[in-house]
């Protein structure tokens, strides 16, 4: 797999149906191996060791209801009052950011109301804090550690 801009973690991994898995420690099993999941495990890691996310607040690929739409979430991040304190959206190496990326994770948000979005494809990762006051998004540097 690519080399992400990430810490060196470390993973299982596994055969899964002749196909490379790697382990979630969130979902407690083995998920196939694509470039995306790559990622996303990468992100889930960043979170727990670089930021000090509490693995028992995170939740990954949960549906969610936008607009009346069933949609799937990469990561989330809740606070220990139950709301939503971050959304994280994972893309592939090869995909790049575009605006579409923003519009997608926003359209999340109408629905979760996160404080922080985060949006990555192991390469290039974006911070945002929201200003629910001005209506709008912060670029931040990194996110903020617990």
């Known amino acids: ?3 992400l801009d ?6 299982k991994f596994k055969s899964k149906e002749n196909k490379p898995a790697i382990f979630s420690i969130l979902r ?3 998920l196939v191996l694509n470039p995306e999941e790559w990622v996303r495990q990468h992100c889930v890691h960043f979170l727990i060791s ?15 209801q936008v607009n009346g739409i069933l949609k799937r979430y990469d990561i989330v991040s809740f606070s220990s009052n139950g709301t939503i304190e971050l959304i ?11 605006q579409q990326t923003f519009d997608q994770i926003a359209r999340y948000n109408m629905a979760l109301k996160a404080d922080y979005l985060m949006i ?7 911070f945002c804090q929201m200003d629910y006051e001005n209506e709008t998004y912060i670029f931040l540097e990194t ?4």
């Open 6 to 11: 990430f810490p060196e973690y470390s993973f």
């Open 120 to 126: 990555t494809n192991g390469i290039n990762h974006y």
């Open 28 to 30: 407690k099993k083995y």
């Open 50 to 64: 670089e930021k000090n996310y509490s693995k028992d607040l995170l939740n990954e690929e949960r549906q969610i």
């Open 1 to 3: 797999m690519q080399k």
């Open 88 to 98: 994280v959206e994972c893309k592939a190496p090869s995909v790049n950011i575009t």
């Open 143 to 146: 996110l903020p550690s617990h």
